[in-house]
Every structure is written in C-alpha cells, then in structure tokens.
C-alpha cells in the first residue's frame, strides 16, 4: 500500500477534529511549505477539521518571504489548546522540534510523521506511522504525490509553496530525479510560479554568513585518507553554509561543528563522487552514529545531513575520523 494510502487509513481511524502540523525550528520552504500544502489537503479531504500550523522558534528568512506570496495562514510558535493528532513535518527527530521536543515525544496524542530522510528509531518507536522516502529531493515531493493520487485540486499559493520547497532542498535541481522534474510540471501546471519561487530563495548571502565562512575557512583542518580530502572547521552559526564553501574550495567530504556550548550542532556535506566510489552515507554512516556520540539525534541524506546533541564537541573531529577510517578503504590512487 502507498505512504498516501497509509497515512490516509491512519487518520480516518483516528477521525481527528483539530490537528497540529510541526515543522522543525527555524522552518526552511520545505518543512513550512510542506506544511501549507498539507493544512490544504487535509481540509478538502475532512470538512470539518481545523489544522495548525506550528513553527516552533518561527520561519527562516526564504519561508518569511514565501510567506508573502500566498493566501494568509496564521503560523504559531506553540500549540495552543487540544489537538487530536500530531504531524512532524519534514522533521524526523524529536529534537528538531525545539521547545516543543519533549511534549511531543512524552505525550500521548497520536504522532504522525512526513519527512525525506531515515526514519530514527525513537521517532518510528512514538509514531504511529511514519510517512518516510529517501529517494526524492525533498518532503514537499512526498506531499504533491499525496494531492496527484488523491485527484485532488490544489491552489496556486500551495503550487508556489510545494515548488519553492522543492527548488530549495534539490538545490536547484542538483538533487533531482525524473519524478522531481514530473512533480515541478504538476505545480507549474496548478499556478506554480517557476521565477517567483527561484526568486524567493535566491537571497543575497548577508554579511554574518560571509564572514562566518571566511573564518571557517581560516580555521579548516585537512585530513586525506588515500585520494579523498577529508576537511573539518568550526563556527558558532552558518555551519551547512560553510560545510558547502569548503566543498567549492575542493573538499571531497567537508564536517563543520556549530553552536555554542551545550548547543552542539554538526552539518556534513560530500561530493557526489566521494558517495558513488566509497558508499559512505553521510545520514546513515555518520551522523546517526554521531548523533548519539554527541547526547542527540542525527540523519540526513547521502551527501548532506547534520546532527544535534549536547556534548563532546571537542571529540568530534577524532570520532569522526575514527569512523571514516573503520568504513573506507584507504585508496592510494
């Protein structure tokens, strides 16, 4: 049976009357935008249910502009009275949530989740269905696949929000499939402006973010095991920014420590080379591990992810290396 199938069943079983819709904090276009199309499909599917929409610690910039650019919808920052079902949004770890992580994995309302990367255990273990792929670009994929089994009509601002989503987490189509390309036609097709949404997540880069790189770059550590150049740095904010700057500047595979004490924050990103010659999945092989190393979760995909905890910054690098070095060869080509 189809994740829309499923997912579909579940809540007809559940027959929720008010649902909270979570995006992760900080809410990038694909997890708010994801969100907006859903609160969308869910309201033509059950007439008579009232759906949140809940971004804890509020949207990032890109999600504030798209914002602008389609119907109103009131966006909390908590979720206020009782709801009957929860739904993760494009967030696959309780603490991808913020504030709201512990209510979340200790309540008993029923929890749902849609999202793009692996599934973690302690979040498959408190759901009751996990609506997961890691074979498409983006959670804003998953979702217009829901509308166009569904044979549902979808509005242009959801067109807009589905299709800013899909561009921003395919990096412009640099993590794409066939069926990436077959759902921006269904958008576009549906009111989905192509030039508005490039528009909407090409910001220039601000001047926090550029000298967050450069000292980054400044700070950069080289590590080559056989052919591949391995590079770490640290930076207190911007640190999957800066894990792409030092692949541009030649890193097959780059790690960048971020946030400031407790607040432990770790974002990889690989060339496409580095995962098809030695297998090496960043979610699966690196941040997983990492993610319990460092007292939280981590995940992702196989050539981006990132993982949060609380502990043993100053041991990253060297567990880490550790693990590349148990699971790649060391080619001396």
């Known amino acids: 049976m189809s994740l829309c199938k499923n997912f579909i069943e579940i809540l007809n079983s559940l027959s929720p009357k008010r649902v909270a819709l979570l995006c992760h904090r900080n809410a990038d276009p694909d997890s708010f935008g994801s969100a907006y199309a859903l609160r969308e499909l869910l309201t033509k599917v059950y007439a008579d249910i009232d759906v949140l929409i809940v971004a804890p610690e509020g949207l990032n910039s890109s999600s504030r502009r798209l914002l ?12 206020e009275g009782n709801v009957d079902v929860l739904i993760m949004v494009d967030a696959i770890s309780f603490i991808q949530l913020g504030y709201l992580s512990d209510f979340v994995k200790s309540s008993s309302i029923p929890l749902m989740v849609i999202d793009h990367h ?21 959670t804003a994929e998953i979702v217009t696949h829901f509308f166009k089994e569904l044979h549902l009509n979808i509005s242009k601002s ?9 561009l921003s987490d395919s990096k412009r189509f640099l993590i794409a499939s066939i069926e990436t390309f077959k759902n ?20 220039p880069m601000d001047i926090s973010e550029r000298i967050a790189r ?33 692949i541009d500047l030649g890193g097959d595979l780059a790690i960048v420590v971020g946030g400031e004490g407790d607040d432990v924050r770790v974002s990889a990103r690989s060339t496409e080379a580095f995962y098809k010659e030695t ?11 990492l993610g319990e190393f460092i007292g939280g ?26 693990l590349i070095s148990s699971k790649i060869t060391k080619d001396k080509s």
């Open 68 to 79: 602008k650019h389609i119907d109103s919808v009131n966006v909390l920052e908590n979720i």
């Open 118 to 138: 692996e599934p973690l255990k302690e979040t498959i273990e408190r759901a009751l269905y996990v609506a997961s792929n890691t074979n498409v670009s983006s």
């Open 158 to 166: 959801s067109a807009l929000a589905l299709l800013t989503a899909i």
């Open 184 to 203: 921006v036609c269904f958008l576009m097709e549906n009111g989905g402006d192509y030039g508005l949404a490039l528009s909407i997540i090409s910001e």
């Open 214 to 246: 450069l000292k980054g770059a400044q700070r950069l550590k080289l590590f080559r095991w056989g052919k591949w150049l391995i590079v770490f740095s640290n930076v207190s904010s911007f640190e999957a920014s800066l894990a792409r700057a030092l």
């Open 279 to 289: 297998g090496f999945h960043l979610g699966r092989d690196l941040m997983i591990p």
């Open 297 to 322: 979760t981590g995940g992702g995909h196989s050539t981006a992810a990132g993982a949060n905890g609380c502990r043993n910054r100053n041991s990253i690098d060297d567990f880490c290396i550790k």
